[in-house]
């Protein structure tokens, strides 16, 4: 009979466990921990039945728990369960379930005004957070409020201040300002107020210097946050200074934990052939990578031949699954990074560079472990049949996607790749118009797009901002991944599995009748009334390509669409027209994909084995690689959008063309398209009007003149002031181009 030994006792797993209070899971906790406590559910079933709050001890006490061990586990699960938000503590101590008082937890967003929501899973809205309450909370912090409808604001929730559950920054970044004998910290994140910074506290910083200020008392009603400089970044605004300050303002995680330190020192530079496991040794097919010129980490090599059918079509995918296993020191701090963070010129990475860019690295002529999806497509485009397994590979070529374009485009071959590269480059392009066709014929949305690439000098300063545009080679790839995250969701769902499906919504009710309305405004009728169909925005867009207002119907129609976000469970895809998506093709780079590997390798291989994830921990997994994917996308357009203003200092005074991109109450966004640059046009800068702003028509029209402005109107502008620290750039109009 097997026994489980506490402190000196000994407690019989088949017997009723030693606490006063029961719980179903205890033989759990017993093979777990040599000193068990109470599971999570026992102790909310206890102080769910408790009238009153009680602190630890009287928790202890009821419960029947003494020794030294057992305390500290109690406190501990205690203090995660307050985290978690299944408790809430008061200010004497005492425990309570959060739900029994009808309190929510939720995230506090700020806004520069003052006011802030409070954003939560469990509200159908967001609350509304006063200018007084906010001043107990600083931007995404977790809080439990309690929330009520107020009838002085036409029925919408407000949100009460409780309790704060984790604090969002313990550093804040930005500039410091003396005046009047006083110093405080002007926060880079204009959602923070400022941070009041005693003399003794400045530790040699200046007027006007960049700094890390430490926080060492968070604001409380009308005390303000009072914190210590820790950090001096100087006073000159460049390409890494912008970072640094990005980094800090948006809690990017950018150095690595002391237990990744020293993983990284064992993560091999070969693959071991004696510890492969089962694979496929597929070395000898001329898969290749095809990437930007700038690209370091590889982690997707495309190979195709013809069939009788149609077409072969390998996708290998680095396996980092196989380095980096569940709850392991680098899992751990790649979950809680979620994504690579890319900025101009560097990178944060998800994965240590001895991962990302060596062994997990698809790297020329070099073994590899991938996990490959081999699909065979019929000549319309439709995928017959899919297989996944681990495969032994070899790259055969680094290809770019200009080298690549100039091949397929003029047959030349300035790089030299072997034949056997050639063809399969040739059997690619013709899959790849294949699978394009298929794309518009089911209705896949493609909305036009410029982008641009922000150059940084040797002295760290922006030199240059060029238009790129993406060539045949782009799309290949893209269209290649598509094909195989649609089968990575199918075995996925069709084996149930745990993981992270990527899901994208049709359009919000409301946003489809803007548009409608918007259309009607144009005299356009289109194929659908309610609920639109990809395929409806595809014919759409069909229809209005010869008009001269497309790209203002186009601007429309993408601001129209939802947010993607990672879910547990598959929902399909509306941008794409797709009814099932995954992300399978970037672990080197994003969480998600690594969850998809995991699942996939878990069905092909260890089928009978129990699994990391169940669909609750799926869930949260998706809700956590949601927010940082987010949270990435906002840090790189803070510094994209910092850089362009230090790009833009030089352009003062001069006159420009400029197309509106933004039309609000307050005045007209307008864009270089050259540089991709948004400035602010002020109403007050318009022609002597009083002007009315129509939201569906996405217009400003004067009174007196009748004068319209309109999304994508043309504007001979010029350029007013340059705030580098806030990001803003101003315009002054001067007619219509």
Not at 239 to 264: C, F, G, Y
Not at 624 to 651: G, I, P, W, Y
Not at 700 to 716: A, H, I, M, P, Y
Request: hydrophobic share 35%; with cysteine.
């Amino acid at each position: 009979m097997r026994l489980i030994v506490i402190d000196k006792g000994c407690y019989n797993v088949a017997m009723k466990n030693p606490f006063n209070i029961e719980d179903p899971e205890f033989e759990t906790q017993a093979k777990k921990y040599k000193n068990p406590i109470p599971s999570r559910s026992a102790l909310m079933n206890f102080l769910d039945q408790q009238k009153k709050f009680l602190k630890k001890g009287a928790i202890a006490e009821h419960i029947g728990i003494s020794n030294y061990d057992q305390l500290a586990g109690l406190e501990a699960r205690l203090n995660s369960m307050v985290r978690d938000g299944q408790l809430i503590v008061n200010r004497r101590g005492g425990f309570g379930v959060r739900k029994k008082l009808q309190l929510i937890q939720g995230r506090v967003n700020a806004h520069s005004d003052g006011f802030g929501f409070l954003i939560s899973d469990e509200l159908d809205n967001d609350a509304f957070i006063t200018p007084r309450q906010m001043r107990m909370v600083m931007d995404g912090d977790v809080v439990v409020a309690d929330v009520k409808i107020s009838d002085s604001k036409a029925g919408k929730s407000e949100a009460f201040i409780v309790e704060v559950i984790k604090r969002a920054h313990t550093t804040v970044a930005g500039k410091l300002i003396h005046e009047e004998g006083l110093a405080y910290l002007s926060a880079d994140n204009n959602s923070i107020d400022n941070i009041m910074v005693p003399n003794e506290s400045l530790h040699g910083a200046q007027n006007n210097d960049y700094v890390i200020v430490n926080i060492k008392k968070y604001p409380y009603q009308s005390r303000p946050a009072f914190g210590e400089v820790i950090a001096v970044l100087g006073q000159q605004l460049n390409h890494e200074l912008s970072m640094q300050l990005t980094i800090v303002s948006e809690n990017l995680p950018h150095e690595w934990p002391a237990d990744v330190e020293k993983m990284r020192d064992k993560i091999p530079k070969e693959v071991d052939h004696k510890a492969l496991g089962p694979h496929k040794d597929i070395r000898y097919v001329p898969l290749i990578t095809i990437d930007g010129e700038d690209s370091r980490d590889f982690d997707d090599a495309v190979y195709v031949e013809p069939t009788k059918q149609g077409y072969k079509l390998l996708v290998a995918i680095a396996d980092v699954s196989h380095y980096v296993t569940p709850d392991n020191a680098l899992d751990r701090e790649a979950y809680h990074r979620g994504t690579s963070v890319y900025f101009p010129g560097k990178v944060i990475p998800m994965l240590p560079l001895e991962l990302s860019n060596g062994i997990c690295s698809l790297n020329p002529d070099q073994d590899r472990l991938s996990m490959v999806c081999e699909m065979h497509i019929d000549g319309a485009g439709e995928i017959q049949s899919y297989e996944f397994y681990r495969g032994l590979m070899k790259s055969h070529a680094r290809c770019t996607y200009d080298d690549v374009w100039q091949f397929l485009d003029t047959d030349k071959n300035p790089n030299q790749w072997s034949k056997k590269v050639t063809e399969s480059l040739t059997h690619q392009y013709r899959l790849y118009h294949i699978l394009q066709q298929q794309k518009h014929a089911r209705g896949g949305i493609e909305f036009n797009s410029t982008d641009v690439s922000v150059h940084i000098g040797e002295d760290g300063m922006v030199s240059d901002i060029q238009q790129y545009e993406r060539n045949d080679a782009h799309k290949l790839i893209e269209n290649f991944m598509i094909a195989a995250n649609v089968c990575a969701a199918r075995f996925l769902e069709k084996h149930k599995m745990p993981a992270a499906f990527r899901c994208h919504n049709p359009p919000p009710e409301t946003k489809v009748k803007d548009l409608l309305a918007f259309l009607k405004g144009l005299g356009i009728r289109p194929d659908f009334k309610e609920d639109p169909t990809p395929k409806d925005f595809t014919r759409l867009l069909d229809k209005i390509q010869h008009r001269e207002d497309a790209d203002l119907i186009e601007q429309v129609m993408l601001r129209s669409q939802s947010l993607a976000s990672y879910e547990a469970e598959n929902c399909g895809h509306f941008g794409l027209a797709l009814s099932h998506y995954a992300h399978f093709t970037s672990p080197i780079r994003r969480y998600p994909d690594l969850m998809v590997h995991r699942a996939i390798n878990h069905i092909v291989y260890h089928k009978n084995k129990p699994y990391f994830y169940n669909h609750k921990q799926a869930a949260e997994r998706c809700d956590q690689c949601s927010m940082t994917e987010r949270r990435a996308e906002k840090a790189s357009r803070e510094v994209d959008a910092r850089l362009k203003c230090l790009f833009m200092q030089r352009f003062v005074g001069d006159t420009m063309v400029g197309k509106v991109s933004g039309v609000t109450r307050f005045g007209l966004f307008v864009q270089l398209e050259q540089y991709q640059v948004d400035g602010l046009i002020h109403v007050t800068s318009l022609p002597n009007d009083y002007y009315q702003y129509d939201p569906v028509k996405h217009q400003l029209v004067g009174e007196r003149s009748g004068t319209r402005f309109r999304l994508t109107d043309k504007l001979n502008i010029k350029v007013a002031h340059v705030d580098v620290d806030d990001r803003k750039i101003d315009f002054e109009f001067i007619g219509k181009a």
